[in-house]
Nanobody, 119 residues
């Protein structure tokens, strides 16, 4: 059974930055599409950013130009650099790893890391 562990969240003032990290314990990390989701209180979980095994990235419109997703396959880690933070970015941020095979889907979630943007 694989595992994802997030870190790097915290309390930051508007305009501030954080670097979220997510380290995977499952094998063949490099072929997984890795994503960051977030969920604010009373709201649905939403996709923030994703990065494929080939390095292609995708971002939610609300974070384009402010957030950057990257991965280091040698460390089994995916990162989310979050800049120019706004109060509406406050949420619990979750890491997800996904891959599809001929026999099914592998889908892993972390426990999340809290990001709070407040003055």
């Amino acid at each position: 059974q694989g595992q994802l562990v997030e870190s790097g969240g915290g309390l930051v003032q508007p305009g501030g930055s954080l670097r979220l990290s997510c380290t995977a314990s499952f094998s063949i990390f490099s072929i997984y599409t890795m994503s960051w989701y977030r969920q604010a209180p009373g709201k649905q979980r939403e996709l923030v950013a994703s990065i494929t095994s080939s390095g292609s990235t995708n971002y939610a419109d609300s974070v384009k130009g402010r957030f950057t997703i990257s991965r280091d396959n040698t460390k089994n880690t995916v990162y989310l650099q979050v800049n120019s933070l706004k109060p509406e970015d406050t949420a619990r941020y979750y890491c997800n790893g996904q891959r599809f095979t001929t026999v099914g889907e592998y889908n892993y979630w972390g426990q999340g890391t809290q990001v709070t943007v407040s003055s």
